[in-house]
């Protein structure tokens, strides 16, 4: 019994010593440091390229057309435009207090829509803002105006590293077309301003930015400017007739014709 002892002893301690080993091989693959750093290592290139993504978006365009002046206040009109079109019109001033009020906010949402819509001044005055309406037009041409002025300066500068392709010309003719206003013409029932586009030497469009309001002439103006609009463009020079019955306003509508078309070089 004595002598079987020693070896029971020594029989444990090599169990004990072969499970210590196996164990401690177990433990090696979870602390191999080439395992953690392939781990850690696929972190960074995926945080890097989250904010490169983010900084591409585009913006869009916001410009500001000229306030014009009505009987009742100011008005003023910005436009946002993405892509050549316009998103989005505002009133970023309008006839304010008493009746003015309620008419600013019946007409200057329905104005707005109509700009949207038709992608021009050329709308259609709301019901009872005969004054309003009138601003809002003025200033939103103005702000088309210079949203065109914008992107044609853009244009150009990139049409100048291509002419020697061949596409010059195309570029030169694009760079004419460019919109002038005339000088103030007073007449005896108020002012009368003319703006036209010019392209290729010849008059594309034509419109009264100011003309004389108030009263008979409110309907005199509705009458006679359309047919002068149109009587220029027909001819290309301010030798037109005078509208029958607008006699003042004709008059004034040639003579401001006259001062845009030789601020264009006639």
Not at 234 to 242: E, T
């Amino acid at each position: 019994m004595r002598k079987s002892h020693p070896i029971r002893r020594v029989v444990l301690a090599g169990a004990a010593t072969v499970s210590g080993i196996v164990l401690l091989l177990s433990l090696k693959p979870a602390t191999d440091p080439a395992s953690a750093q392939a781990a850690g290592g696929a972190v960074p290139p995926v945080a890097a390229q989250s904010p490169q993504g983010g900084a591409q978006a585009a913006g869009n365009g916001t410009v500001t057309g000229d306030a014009a002046q009505t009987q009742y206040g100011a008005v003023q009109v910005r436009l946002t435009v993405a892509n050549g079109k316009i998103t989005q019109a505002e009133a970023v001033q309008a006839p304010k207090g008493g009746q003015s009020d309620q008419i600013t906010a019946n007409a200057v949402p329905k104005l707005n829509q109509a700009a949207v819509a038709a992608q021009s001044a050329s709308i259609d005055a709301v019901s009872g803002a005969t004054y309003t309406s009138a601003g809002y037009k003025e200033s939103l041409q103005s702000a088309i105006d210079k949203a065109k002025a914008s992107a044609g300066s853009s244009q150009g500068s990139g049409s100048q590293g291509s002419g020697s392709q061949g596409s010059g010309s195309q570029g030169s003719g694009a760079a004419q077309a460019r919109t002038v206003t005339g000088s103030v013409a007073q007449t005896q029932y108020g002012p009368v301003q003319v703006r036209i586009t010019v392209s290729g030497g010849k008059i594309t469009k034509a419109e009264a930015v100011q003309t004389p309001k108030g009263g008979q002439s409110d309907q005199v103006t509705a009458n006679a400017v359309p047919k002068l609009n149109q009587a220029a463009v027909a001819a290309g020079s301010a030798d037109i007739d005078a509208v029958s019955g607008a006699t003042y306003t004709s008059a004034g509508y040639k003579e401001s014709l006259q001062s845009a078309l030789d601020q264009a070089g006639g």
